[in-house]
């Protein structure tokens, strides 16, 4: 899963990001409205959390850029207004969800995964052969044995099975389970996928092809 967090309190975003890395969500930070739709429109996302109130493009004409675009990022939006006028007036924009300031970081997470399960193209439950991969309980099981995997892992063996037998290269990977903070130079991908081969066993499920990344053929 990853997320983009677009909020114009830098301290609150930061402690936001990093919750949000820590739960094994891959998180990208903008500071105002038009870095946020910047990377929104660059960048795919499973969810946006987006303050409400944001300097340069407020949140409200980003919210609505992003429905009436090409994005089919879900839409978190954060208000410090408790009125539910405010609140009424973010569903009308097109926003999936709506969370008022201040807010328990834990129902944060929560409504974030679920915003990310109804993401079209990413069912709950995914399956490869014998492997099943629940993405509701993040929990991965191959021929009925369970399989404890860290969250970097998962993340990758989710991205190869959704991808559906479609090679999806190491810059891809690093994009969509680890963060822009990532240096893309470094062999994090290789490892992981050498650390997660080891886990699910054989015969062996990932298939790299040379020069161009990884499959679940």
Same mark, same amino acid.
């Given at each position: 899963m990853k997320v983009l967090l677009v909020e =114009?309190?830098?301290? $609150?975003? =930061?402690h936001i %990001? /990093?919750?949000l890395r820590d739960q094994g969500i891959a998180v990208d930070v903008a500071y105002d409205g038009a870095d946020g739709l910047e990377k929104a429109l660059l960048n795919r996302y499973d969810v946006v959390v987006l303050d409400r109130d944001l300097p340069k493009i407020?949140? /409200?004409? &980003?919210?609505?850029? *992003?429905?009436?675009? +090409?994005? /089919?990022? @879900? &839409?978190l939006m954060l208000t410090a207004s408790a009125d &539910?006028? =405010? #609140?009424?007036?973010g569903l009308n924009l097109g926003a999936d969800d709506y969370l008022g300031k201040p807010? %328990?970081? &834990?129902? *944060?997470?929560a409504r974030v995964r679920v915003l990310a399960r109804r993401t079209p193209s990413t069912p709950p439950l995914l399956t490869k052969g014998d492997l099943i991969l629940d993405r509701a309980r993040r929990r991965v099981s191959r021929t009925g044995r369970p399989i404890? !995997?860290? @969250?970097?892992?998962f993340g990758v063996l989710e991205e190869l099975v959704v991808a559906n037998g479609a090679v999806v290269s190491a810059? %891809? $990977?690093l994009d969509r389970v680890w963060d822009e903070n990532t240096d893309p130079f470094s062999n994090t991908v290789s490892v992981t996928v050498? @650390? *997660? @081969? #080891?886990? $699910?066993? $054989? +015969?062996? !499920?990932?298939e790299t092809v040379v020069g161009s990344g990884y499959r679940l053929p």
């Open positions: =114009d309190e830098v301290l $609150l975003a =930061d %990001a /990093d919750g407020h949140g /409200d004409a &980003v919210c609505a850029t *992003l429905i009436a675009g +090409p994005s /089919d990022a @879900r &839409v &539910v006028e =405010d #609140r009424v007036e807010f %328990a970081f &834990v129902e *944060l997470v404890s !995997l860290t @969250r970097k892992e810059e %891809a $990977l050498a @650390r *997660l @081969r #080891r886990k $699910l066993g $054989l +015969p062996t !499920l990932i």
